[in-house]
């Protein structure tokens, strides 16, 4: 297993550094179900970590927990050092953590730069006096965070839509936005929900070349749940494995593979 | 020639343009691109500055005289320097198509053994790196956007912007080896090497002097009355003999500003934006956009639907007269008037060609519906005709002279003559040095007078003098019967509908014509949708049976329209099938400029073919596909056969 | 110019003036049902609300007054001092802000994720507590609202009018600074939402939830700020009507003059609330001048609804509105 405290570096040489999140012994019940049952990982500064798992592992409720759409009933979450008392969503997100969701969320009768630049509105500082008068402060505020969204527009390959309703968009390049709007809140930790789901080959290609450049360019920590196990295994560093609303894995995609429990998990019993 | 040599100005090179227009337009805008949403600007004294930057990082790099050096990559300002750094330092530029596999890119780098390649990115670079092992003489590769490139090795990796910091700082040391090169150049220094895709065989390496370059954009700007102030938008291929001349030949002697889109998805956009004064673009980019101006006003209210047609009508009527400056009543023209105001204007400006003083199409025969419309909205679109052997242009049509059916008149300078077989010859200043390293190529192309075979056929009108392209000349054969077979002909009619993106007329040799169709997938599917016909695939869509309904009236029209020139009403198709899969480059099926293999396409579908000829009601076939990351899967379909009705040869059976 | 056509352009420009004070009120349905899909049966009640509040605060008047005297056995009923008109407005505008958000924490909170209809249910109940509640506070007697606003015919109209056609036409004042107010809103609104912060949040919300907290937007803060932008709204309303026609019970009503404008305009979009209210306004002052007389007049009560229903026909989603497209 891995080093605890100071990090590690990844087979192609990248520097992990230490733990920005820290799940200890979370426990999760819907009533009487238990979504999830006292699991604990960490996500280290820099590194892709993916949750995985059959479907109904609840690997989402466990995301849903990082980013505070639910609240566990046991357990405690730490970020960046700190103990996090139970927060709304919003408050989450101030603190740093970005996600997207698996049946894509976003704002659908606005324009695709309309919808990057809400992910920058936690940047925007002014008040709405200032912004009445629109000058100076706040001009220039805009301009800051427009040239920021326009880095990211142009990182992922979406010029060609800026102004374009995203209602009126494909799928695929949906999910693309959204990344983007994630990305345009400059996360700590971004969290992705099957960023993969329900795309080709293809899409699928250029997805990964995404979330790989992303964390390579900007250095950006991601936590993603994905259940197509190759996409997975050539994306990410770590690997938790869950089954059940238990952990029943936890190491490199390497070390996973080896697990007796996880190729039973994936290949003896499915409950797909 | 030492007549033009002095008409010139002692301009005998690229370097030495720029260094003219550096002080003549100094702070004029010679760049632009868009990046990061913003309109980035480089005057041409920055310009000057920039190239010599790279220029001195490519000596310091070792670059040595003759040496080849590839470029690859999107249109884009630092591509353009590097080809004009590249000629700074007595190398010879060589751009490459950047949607080339790697296998292909192969053949071009180890044919003109290229020690240096630029590339645009990472996608690039990699092909490049994927095959390097083959590459016995490549050494150095610089990229452009560093994104994705950090965990490559560096050895022979470098950053664009990293070479052109190390230029600046080694500058005392190589600025007097740049000068002694750059000064060594002359009108006859090769200028450029353009592999031409070339619709059989391996691509050959036509290279370019100076002379020709420079006289051809010399002659041509005099032609059109180019000045300085002109926009233009590159985003045709920088391998492409017609970009070269525009956004580097054109573009250096008039000194007019080069504006480069910010993606290939945001060509239209940034068209609007820029609004180019002179333009090129190829008939299917006229296509697209009308298909998308007429799938719009589908969608408009009614009212807007009406003034529209009615306005159109008056266009058709009277915007071409117009323009070609032929006398209009004074009613019509005041209509025209309004009609500017409220249709004409606001759609050229839609199309981003509002500012369009002269416009060119050419590479394959455009609509005349086409470009009709272009022309009646007031938009001088013309066509010329040219090779990449003649540095573009054979003919142009001079403004007034304007018709869809001929490719004008020879350009200035440029001679003409037809030999007997109808195959259309020229001689030239831009007429090419030779194929590189491939004598015989060059003999059995240009003969020891200077005369070009062009490959095609065709004849000069009585009485205008315009040449009117007839086919390739060696697509031009016999059928059974020794009526004339000239597919072209069929085909571009064919293709004049917007539903048919693409045919092939069979038929040397046989005793009738069968025909494989291409959909347009666009307007097909958008019409498609409006009558609520679902379907899944390409290869769904192209097997509807109302779809194909839709194609056998085209067909069919077009058979009477055939029929009516007695040479050659043989040509009208019998029988058809619709392809279920496009034709497309990556298979072999079409060059990168779009053209169609005719003889692959035989080979490959013979299956299909002979089942057009032995009467068979449909057919069933396995087809090999590749896809755009280079893997390989198949296809399988049943066709339908058409038939489809033909008129009687009626003149041809009384003359016999 | 024949006398009837110049009678009717005065109907048609009274009209016109009417129907920027149906569209006021249209418009602070509009920005509610945008922002949280609610329908808010209650804006009408809370122009009167506001109207009265802002009454009672410049005379001075002590609220709950009947509640205090009937328990403590009081008889205070003014505090004794009059309060400017535009210190009144801004503490009304407070009073406006805290009803927002004690309608957001004890309401609509509990009511996330609701059917619109159960949210619509709320609202009606709402109106009348609301309505209740002023009634407490207030009293039910009809009270005059000045708050400076000039009254009265426009000389200069009449004159010019009058030298033009040989006939002045009568527009009040107040009727052109309701216009020009409209305007004005209409203007801020369309500014605020498109171009602050709290704007686009605004719109955010409007448009998915999941995805506004995902970005850190807290929803409570921006359903109140909904709320308090539409009580600015009912306040503007409710001094422009309180000042035309007095404050009284009956300024609740207009809200249902409201519901034509919303169905001929669309209840999504704020040039249609406008388009609708000024329809409506010329529409029915015209029925009444040209129709009106054949059929015994009063034509003004329904002639509205009347219309709407046949819209509701043709167009259902309204002039301006978005086409309802219901997915399978």
């Known amino acids: ?272 | 020639m030492d007549n033009t040599q002095s008409a010139a100005g002692g301009l005998h090179s690229l370097p030495a343009l720029l260094h003219r227009n550096a002080q003549a337009f100094a702070s004029a805008p010679a760049y632009r691109e868009k990046e990061f949403g913003i309109w980035q600007c480089w005057s041409w004294s920055e310009t000057a500055q920039e190239i010599e930057a790279l220029a001195l990082g490519l000596l310091n790099l070792g670059v040595r005289e003759g040496d080849f050096i590839a470029i690859i990559g999107r249109n884009r300002p630092y591509l353009y320097w590097s080809m004009v750094a590249a000629q700074s330092v007595g190398a010879v530029p060589v751009p490459l198509y950047q949607d080339a596999v790697a296998e292909e890119m192969v053949y071009v780098l180890s044919h003109c053994g290229a020690r240096f390649v630029i590339v645009s990115d990472q996608e690039q670079a990699d092909k490049v790196i994927e095959v390097q092992d083959q590459l016995h003489q490549f050494e150095h590769l610089i990229y452009l956007d560093p994104r994705g490139m950090r965990k490559y090795d560096h050895h022979q990796l470098h950053q664009f912007s990293h070479v052109q910091d190390q230029g600046r700082a080694a500058r005392d040391e190589w600025i007097t080896d740049l000068h002694t090169r750059r000064d060594k150049l002359n009108y006859d220094s090769t200028c450029v090497m353009l592999y031409t895709s070339g619709t059989t065989g391996k691509p050959k390496g036509v290279v370019l002097s100076n002379r020709n370059v420079i006289e051809s954009a010399k002659n041509a700007s005099d032609f059109d009355g180019l000045t300085s102030s002109e926009d233009i938008l590159s985003y045709l291929p920088m391998a492409w003999v017609g970009d070269f001349i525009f956004s580097i030949g054109q573009a250096y002697w008039c000194g007019f500003c080069v504006n480069c889109p910010e993606s290939a998805d945001t060509m239209i956009t940034d068209l609007r934006e820029i609004g180019p004064t002179y333009f090129f673009a190829p008939p299917r980019v006229f296509e697209t956009q009308l298909t998308s101006v007429m799938i719009r006003m589908e969608d408009a209210s009614k009212l807007k639907k009406r003034m529209f047609h009615h306005f159109m009508a008056h266009a058709k009527k009277v915007g071409g007269l117009i323009l070609d400056g032929k006398p209009v009543a004074l009613m019509d023209r005041l209509k025209y008037a309004i009609g500017n105001a409220l249709v004409y204007g606001p759609l050229k400006d839609t199309l981003g060609l509002g500012r369009v003083r002269v416009g060119y199409t050419a590479g394959e025969a455009i609509g005349p519906e086409i470009f009709e419309f272009y022309r009646s909205l007031g938009i001088n679109l013309k066509q010329l005709y040219g090779q990449t052997e003649a540095t573009v242009f054979i003919t142009v049509q001079p403004d007034g002279e304007v018709r869809p059916d001929t490719v004008g008149v020879p350009a200035p300078d440029v001679e003409i003559r037809i030999d007997d077989s109808g195959e259309i010859f020229y001689r030239s200043p831009g007429v090419f040095v030779e194929y590189y390293n491939n004598p015989d190529s060059t003999a059995s192309t240009k003969d020891a007078e200077g005369w070009v075979a062009t490959g095609d056929a065709g004849f000069i009108e009585e009485g205008s003098g315009h040449l009117r392209i007839i086919d390739r000349a060696k697509d031009v054969g016999k059928m059974a019967d020794g009526a004339m077979f000239a597919p072209k002909y069929v085909e571009n009619k064919l293709k004049f509908y917007p539903d048919i993106l693409e045919a092939v007329l069979f038929g040397n040799g046989r005793d009738r014509c069968v025909a494989f169709i291409n959909i347009d997938l666009t307007a097909v599917g958008n019409w498609a949708e409006r009558n609520n016909i679902a379907y899944a695939s390409y290869q769904e869509l192209a097997g509807h049976s109302r779809v194909l309904e839709t194609i056998q009236e085209h067909v069919e029209t077009v058979n009477r329209s055939v029929a009516e020139d007695p040479m050659l009403s043989g040509c009208q198709v019998h029988r058809f099938v619709v392809l279920h899969k496009e034709l497309d480059a990556d298979d072999g099926e079409m060059t990168r400029t779009r053209k169609v293999r005719r003889r692959i396409v035989e080979e490959k579908f013979a299956d299909i073919i002979a089942a057009l000829y032995d009467g068979s009601d449909s057919v069933s076939t396995v087809t090999e596909v590749t896809y755009e990351d280079g893997r390989k899967g198949s296809i399988s379909a049943t066709l339908n056969i058409r038939d489809a009705a033909v008129m009687p040869i009626a003149q041809k059976m009384a003359a016999e | 110019m024949p006398e009837q056509l110049v009678f009717a352009m005065e109907v048609i420009l009274n009209g016109l003036m009417a129907g920027v004070l149906y569209a006021l009120v249209a418009l602070g349905f509009v920005l509610i049902f945008k922002a949280s899909g609610i329908f808010n049966y209650a804006q009408g009640v809370m122009a009167l609300f506001a109207a009265m509040t802002l009454v009672g605060i410049m005379n001075g008047q002590v609220p709950f007054s009947h509640l205090i005297n009937a328990i403590f056995g009081a008889h205070i009923t003014h505090f004794g001092w009059q309060v400017p008109a535009a210190i009144a407005i801004l503490l009304t505008m407070a009073v406006m802000v805290l009803l927002a958000w004690c309608v957001q924490q004890f309401v609509m909170r509990h009511l996330v994720n609701q059917e619109p209809i159960i949210l619509f249910m709320a609202t009606i109940g709402l109106a009348y507590f609301l309505e209740g509640v002023a009634d407490l506070m207030w009293g039910s007697e009809i009270k005059s609202l000045d708050v400076g606003l000039p009254q009265g015919i426009n000389l200069w109209i009449d004159e010019t009018t009058f030298n033009i056609f040989g006939y002045g036409f009568f527009i009040d004042n107040l009727d052109i600074v309701a216009t020009v107010v409209a305007a004005l809103l209409v203007i801020a609104l369309v500014a605020f939402s498109q171009y602050t912060k709290q704007g686009r949040a605004m719109r955010a919300v409007a448009d998915d939830h999941q995805a506004a907290l995902s970005v850190g937007i807290s929803l409570n803060f921006i359903w109140v700020m909904v709320w308090s932008v539409a009580g600015f709204v009912a306040l503007v309303a409710g001094i422009m009507w309180g000042t035309k026609s007095g404050v009284q019970f009956s300024l609740s009503l207009i809200a249902l003059k409201a519901l034509p404008v919303l169905m001929l305009g669309g209840f999504t979009s704020i040039p249609g609330a406008i388009v609708g209210g000024l329809i409506i306004g010329v529409g029915e002052k015209l029925f009444e001048f040209a129709i009106g007389p054949l059929v015994g007049g009063a034509t003004e009560n329904w002639f509205a609804y009347v219309l709407a229903l046949v819209f509701l026909v043709f167009r259902p989603q309204g002039l301006f509105g978005e086409k309802i497209i219901e997915r399978v």
């Open chain 1, 1 to 272: 297993m891995l080093d605890a405290s100071d990090g590690y570096v990844t087979e192609d040489g990248r520097k992990i550094g230490g733990v920005v999140m820290e799940m200890r012994n979370i426990t999760l019940r819907f009533g009487g179900v238990v979504a999830i049952k006292d699991i604990s990982f960490d996500i280290r500064e820099g590194e892709i970590r993916a949750i995985i798992g059959p479907n109904g592992a609840g690997k989402s409720s466990m995301l849903n927990v990082i980013s505070g759409f639910y609240v566990p009933q046991e357990g405690e979450v730490w970020f960046r050092g700190a103990k996090r008392p139970p927060m709304r969503p919003y408050e989450v997100a101030r603190q740093g953590i970005a996600r997207t969701f698996q049946n894509i969320a976003l704002f659908e009768g606005m324009s695709v730069l309309d919808n990057v630049m809400t992910g920058r509105l936690n940047f925007m500082k002014t008040n709405i006096f200032q912004q009445a008068l629109w000058k100076g402060r706040a001009e220039k505020e805009e301009t800051l965070n427009r040239a920021a969204v326009e880095r990211i527009i142009d990182f992922l390959e979406i010029q060609h839509i800026r102004k374009t309703p995203v209602a009126r968009l494909p799928y695929g390049l949906k999910k693309r936005v959204e990344l983007a709007r994630a990305l345009a809140a400059e996360p700590k930790l971004l969290l992705l929900d099957e960023p993969m789901a329900g795309m080709n080959v293809e899409e699928k290609e250029d997805m990964s070349r995404f979330i790989l450049d992303v964390n390579d360019e900007f250095g950006t920590t991601i936590a993603l749940i994905e259940h197509d196990m190759g996409v997975v295994m050539d994306l990410s560093d770590r690997v938790v494995v869950m089954d059940y609303g238990k952990k029943i894995g936890d190491g490199t995609p390497d070390e996973v593979r080896g697990n007796q429990e996880v190729i039973d998990a994936y290949l003896g019993v499915s409950h797909d």
